[in-house]
């Protein structure tokens, strides 16, 4: 009985810390699109569950662009997402 309570509280801890883990590098950083890298493939955006990126249409067939940085959590799964090297978290300061 006191295993099942030692592994219980070290998952809540593990959770708890993750996120001010989270929540000390969302205020920090924010995703940035390399636009000559980019292949507009869109898995970017599919990856996006905060609704971050958005597509433009423009002359040459749209481009992605930051819509919302404040809504930016800087989880990474954008850029685990994108095989071409087009997205990078940067410092929000920048």
């Known amino acids: 009985m006191n295993i099942l309570y030692i592994v219980l509280a070290s998952l809540f801890l593990f959770f708890i810390l993750g996120h001010v ?3 000390k590098r969302a ?5 940035h699109i390399v636009d000559d890298n980019c292949a507009r493939c869109r898995c970017c955006l599919k990856k996006c569950h905060r609704g971050v990126l958005e597509m433009v249409a423009d002359g040459e067939g749209g481009h992605i662009t930051v819509k919302s ?6 989880c990474g799964d954008c850029v685990a ?3 071409f090297n087009a997205l990078e ?5 920048r």
């Open 21 to 23: 883990t989270r929540c």
């Open 27 to 31: 205020r920090n950083k924010v995703i």
């Open 69 to 74: 940085p404040e809504r930016c959590t800087a």
């Open 81 to 83: 997402a994108c095989k």
């Open 89 to 93: 978290l940067i410092d929000r300061k």
